[in-house]
């Protein structure tokens, strides 16, 4: 961190910081708004690391400072409580550096966005349509007590109160950079409930997590899309309402096929279904990014690959290992009622070890 190249680089982040800051109160910038959001965000981005910095400088100060007084104190007593501050201060300069490190490594762009969840019953027939649907309930869990918000905006009903496909929108602070983890291939070894003879079988649902385009991410052409309309339905193909609410777009040039049926206005579900083709149309070209970091980091696996096994979930001794990092907590009740966000942070501390090393801060 005493690298006169870090430090050069934080005096240039802190320059530009205070240069945006007055830039966000002129009236012609505030007057154009497209300008106006994105000089905002850059400022919000950049002032953990201008205060990570002011406090990294005053303790550099105060460790000088105090050096100094040990050059001319001879009170016996004054000089040991000068070591004792010395010693407090330089472990708060690691810490500092630590965190600095991490604040000045690239930041995954798409990490604020809002986010698509998607989860496909996989192999294992009824149990896997099951344990679909406990993966929803449990992500469903923990979204409440991250304050975020879930709307389910496509449903396709299983057996036993479990989904073959189930397809949600996301919407909260940073919702893409902690969901983001849980996309691959989740493994459940249990009794199921249909299983007569009580033995243990494997099977599986896949998760993918998108981040939400933003309007201007994606122009979309109205003669490219095709709208068809139809009757909501529920479990076992039962109308829930006799007028058509129910939208599918279908986007010609790619293929892309999305369907609303969550709202009762059609208008409400074209819009929910407009927003839900521009991010797969985006994530085209985002899954490019996906699959070379995929590539690169362990903690990451690619939207594209379904086939990845992530995390398993094991019943009968109540632990869930994620594979990725090799990490197990022995804890299943808690972890299915939403209490994930242990292994999440594991990860994060493993992607940001390997994000490190490959900045070489």
């Not at 909260?172 to 409930?193: A, F, N, W």
Request: charged share 30%; glycine share 6%.
């Amino acid at each position: 961190m005493n690298d006169n190249k870090i430090i050069t680089r934080l005096e240039g982040i802190k320059q530009k910081f205070e240069e945006i800051g007055q830039q966000i109160t002129d009236p012609d910038i505030i007057g154009d708004m497209k300008r106006f959001v994105a000089l905002n965000k850059e400022y919000h981005e950049l002032e953990p690391v201008v205060a990570a910095f002011d406090k990294y400088k005053l303790v550099i100060a105060n460790i000088e400072s105090s050096k100094k007084l040990l050059e001319t104190e001879k009170d016996d007593e004054m000089r040991e409580m000068a070591f004792a501050e010395i010693e407090k201060l330089e472990k708060k300069q690691i810490t500092l550096e630590e965190e600095i490190k991490i604040l000045l490594i690239p930041k995954d762009p798409q990490d604020d966005r809002n986010a698509i969840l998607e989860i496909r019953a996989g192999t294992g027939g009824t149990e896997a349509s099951i344990f679909a649907g406990d993966l929803l309930r449990m992500y469903t869990r923990f979204l409440e007590t991250q304050g975020w918000k879930i709307e389910i905006t496509n449903v396709s009903e299983g057996t036993i109160n479990g989904f073959k496909e189930v397809v949600a929108k996301v919407t909260g602070h940073g919702v893409y950079g902690i969901l983001k983890y849980e996309s691959g291939v989740h493994r459940v070894q249990r009794i199921p409930q249909t299983e007569a003879r009580g033995r243990i079988h494997t099977s599986a649902a896949s998760v993918a997590v998108l981040p939400e385009a933003e309007e201007f991410d994606v122009e979309l052409n109205e003669k490219d899309i095709r709208k068809d309309t139809f009757c909501s339905s529920g479990p076992g193909g039962q109308s829930v309402n006799t007028t058509y609410s129910a939208v599918r777009l279908t986007h010609i040039p790619t293929g892309i096929v999305v369907q609303c049926q969550d709202e009762k206005s059609q208008l409400k579900n074209y819009a929910i279904a407009l927003a839900e083709l521009r991010t797969r149309i985006y994530n085209m070209e985002y899954q490019k990014y996906i699959d070379e970091i995929a590539g690169k980091r362990k903690t990451m696996v690619s939207t594209g690959d379904r086939s990845a096994k992530i995390r398993t979930y094991n019943y009968p001794q109540s632990r869930v290992t994620d594979h990725r990092i090799n990490y197990t907590i022995y804890n299943l009740p808690a972890f299915m009622d939403g209490d994930i966000s242990e292994i999440i942070e594991q990860l994060q501390i493993a992607e940001n070890a390997e994000r490190l090393k490959e900045s070489e801060l």
